[in-house]
């Protein structure tokens, strides 16, 4: 099945630095590569994601590279806010999930941006 | 983004009592949805799919007996954790797709406490 490694698990940056988290997943199969912003106490919200078909997305600050020969994807924020202050998951879908969009998710890495 | 709202947001019980979760969908109709438990400082692990129409189909190592899912509607699953112990204390948080799609909305979660 789906295996999903992320690191760093802890990310410590100062104000207006770059933070990059990077995954790797198993299932040389899997198409779909979604990032998720937890804050504490709240459930995870969908910040940026990429397919198969492309090696990178850019939305404002937040971008994802993806490498499929390597198997690993990248979410890079430029530009860090305090308020970009949160944990971060990646995650991927198993191919073989019984006909539904599951997706296996990443250990997780807390961001802390330091003004 | 898609709106999926859960209730109660935080629940206390006592030892031996169930507790009953709601996850609605509320500006799409979701077939499928996603129940996961979430430990403090640990990553997302999913528990159960919940099928509208069918039973729900439970990831190994997850007891179907002690927690039932119903889907009753396109827009509703509920999560009920019976007979709960101190050690089912978890953050629970459900998600759902749109239609044949992998990204996964959430909702804010339910924090459950048993004393």
């Known amino acids: 099945g789906e295996n999903v490694e992320q690191h760093p698990s802890t990310l410590s940056v100062q104000e207006g630095d770059s933070a990059v988290i990077k995954c790797t997943y198993s299932?040389?199969?899997?198409?779909?590569f979604p990032w998720y912003k937890q804050e504490l106490g709240k459930g995870p919200q969908l910040i940026i994601d990429?397919?198969?078909?492309?090696g990178e997305k850019k939305d404002q600050r937040i971008a994802v590279t993806l490498n499929k020969t390597a198997k690993h994807f990248s979410l890079h924020i430029t530009e860090t806010q305090p308020e970009d202050s949160a944990v971060y998951f990646c995650a991927a879908p198993p191919m073989f999930s019984g006909g539904y969009n599951k997706l296996i998710f990443g250990a997780g890495t807390r961001l802390a941006v330091h003004p | 983004g898609a709106v999926v709202s859960q209730h109660p947001s935080w629940v206390i019980c006592k030892s031996g009592t169930s507790v009953k979760i709601e996850c609605r969908s509320l500006?799409?109709?979701?077939?499928?949805m996603f129940w996961y438990r979430q430990f403090p400082k640990q990553s997302l692990m999913l528990m159960a799919t919940?099928?509208?129409?069918?039973?729900?189909?439970?990831e190994q190592g997850v007891e179907k007996d002690k927690f039932l899912i119903n889907h009753a509607s396109l827009t509703l699953s509920t999560l009920t954790v019976t007979s709960a112990h101190p050690e089912d204390s978890s953050f629970y948080i459900c998600?759902?797709?749109?239609?044949?799609?992998?990204?996964?909305?959430f909702g804010p979660g339910t924090r459950l406490t048993v004393t």
């Open positions: 919940s099928n509208e129409g069918s039973k729900a189909t439970y």
């Open positions: 500006d799409f109709q979701a077939t499928t």
């Open positions: 990429i397919r198969s078909n492309v």
């Open positions: 299932d040389s199969a899997s198409n779909y």
């Open positions: 998600s759902a797709p749109r239609q044949d799609s992998y990204e996964q909305y």
